[in-house]
């Protein structure tokens, strides 16, 4: 859709443009200086880019109708449910969401269009864009045919974000592996079975873990930050069909796929890491 230009809009502005005041409840309701005007630009930018939205036919008093809005940043996009209540909205097609912003990500574009639609209600959208704004120019340079602006750039994002997570393997493994860490570590942290001193190797190997290899980074844990009872060493299991002897317990080693067998932990304590008897891994 075409970017809407309302030069002089506001407080003071001349004949034919368009301003926006606050009624009572703080909400943006239109000013309409000039209500045919107004209609005339409204029928253009529909006929443009909304398929299906018709004014035609409808009476002068109801074109005129000022609507309550919501105005909000991507922030809004994620987690809110903007309630529909009035049966009315659905009759009319729902409630519209306005996106002036398209995402470089699928995902995220996703859980914008995710605020309508909600809950067995209709739910319709439109996207108006700056076709002057950098990001829009940069990310609609190669439409294809039959490709709508906003899928472009969405497209456009997905690739450039290919490039940029090209070769990034090792530091996304690093990652990985510091995220599970991370939620062992707090876990005990939050049971109070950590020192101090383990909490500082803790924030070490957190400044410092993209200097290690992943298994450095496992040694590292395991050694300085997990105390060492919680660490023992796993033997092989020969028979996999076999059942579990008493006292002891199975775990798979994630790099290997060995089942381990270790001594099962009493009620109440904590799992422990166990060293893989095969490969020397610790899960």
């Known amino acids: 859709t075409e970017p809407l230009q309302r030069e ?12 926006f005041e606050m009624d009572e409840y703080g909400h943006a309701r239109v000013a309409e200086a000039d209500e045919e005007a107004q209609l005339v630009e409204q029928q253009r930018l529909l006929a443009e880019g909304q398929e299906g939205i018709q004014l035609e036919g409808l009476s002068l008093e109801t074109r005129r109708q000022a609507w309550r809005i919501t105005v909000t940043t991507a922030e809004g996009g ?10 009315a909205i659905d009759e009319a097609g729902g409630l519209l969401l306005i996106l002036t912003w398209v995402p470089w990500s699928e ?18 959208y439109a996207v108006l864009l700056d076709a002057e704004d950098e990001q829009v120019c940069m990310g609609t340079q190669d439409r294809q045919d039959g490709e709508s602006n906003a899928r ?24 990985r592996l510091m995220h599970k860490l991370t939620s062992r570590f707090w876990t005990l942290h939050k049971l109070q079975k950590t020192s101090k001193r383990q909490d500082w190797e803790w924030k070490r190997l957190c ?19 997990i105390p060492p009872k919680e660490l023992v060493l796993g033997f092989a299991k020969l028979n996999k069909d076999a059942p579990i002897r008493s006292g002891l317990a199975e775990q798979t080693c994630g790099k290997c796929g060995t089942i381990n067998l270790f001594p099962k932990p009493s009620q109440g ?15």
């Not at 003071?12 to 443009?17: L, N, S, T």
């Not at 994620?78 to 049966?87: A, K, L």
């Open 152 to 175: 472009t750039i969405l497209r456009h994002g997905e690739e450039e974000t290919s490039k940029l997570l090209k070769g990034k393997g090792g530091e996304i493994a690093k990652g």
């Open 207 to 225: 400044e410092n873990y993209l200097d290690f290899s992943p298994d450095a980074i496992q040694q590292v844990f395991c050694n300085s930050v």
């Open 269 to 283: 304590q904590e799992v422990p890491t166990v060293r893989c008897g095969n490969c020397g891994a610790m899960d």
């Open 107 to 124: 995902r995220e574009w996703i859980q914008f269009l995710g605020r309508t639609g909600r809950q067995d209600h209709a739910g319709q």
């Open 78 to 87: 994620r987690g809110h449910d903007y309630r529909v209540v009035d049966p």
């Open 8 to 19: 002089g809009a506001g407080e003071g502005a001349g004949d034919g443009a368009q301003g």
